[in-house]
């Protein structure tokens, strides 16, 4: 069982990013999905989060607006596309997986039970 989180990178402030989440040895589509990050120095935070049929999604208040996130049941990823990028968005980014309550989004890590790897995005001028 593993989820793995790709498509970060360097980028310049109001540029784009799409993060995305695959997950092996499992079918997504049982599970609540969300994205943290975590930057040097600071906690791990809720970005973004994504019900099991996609129907709901929560957002952190300082990505709103900017960030989306949808999934791609069939194929076991969950996307995070970050638009309008800020330096302030420079972090670790983590996708998690819980089979909990998969109906609603869950905003804490404890509750997610799956974590990938992480991916360091970096918006830099």
């Known amino acids: 069982v593993q989820l793995q989180a790709s498509g970060g990178g360097l980028v310049q402030p109001g540029g784009s990013l799409r993060l995305s989440c695959v997950a092996s040895?499992?079918?997504?589509?049982?599970?609540?999905v969300g994205w943290f990050r975590q930057a040097p120095g600071k906690e791990r935070e809720f970005v973004a989060g994504?019900?099991?049929?996609?129907?709901?999604?929560q957002f952190a208040d300082s990505v709103k607006g900017r960030f989306t996130i949808h999934r791609d049941n069939p194929v076991n990823k969950v996307h995070l596309q970050m638009n309008g990028l800020k330096r302030e968005d420079t972090a670790v980014y983590y996708c998690a997986a819980s089979r909990r309550r998969p109906t609603i989004v869950l905003r804490t890590a404890p509750e997610y039970d799956l974590w990938g790897q992480g991916t360091q995005v970096t918006v830099s001028s």
């Open positions: 040895g499992i079918r997504l589509d049982a599970y609540g």
């Open positions: 994504i019900t099991w049929n996609g129907i709901g999604t």
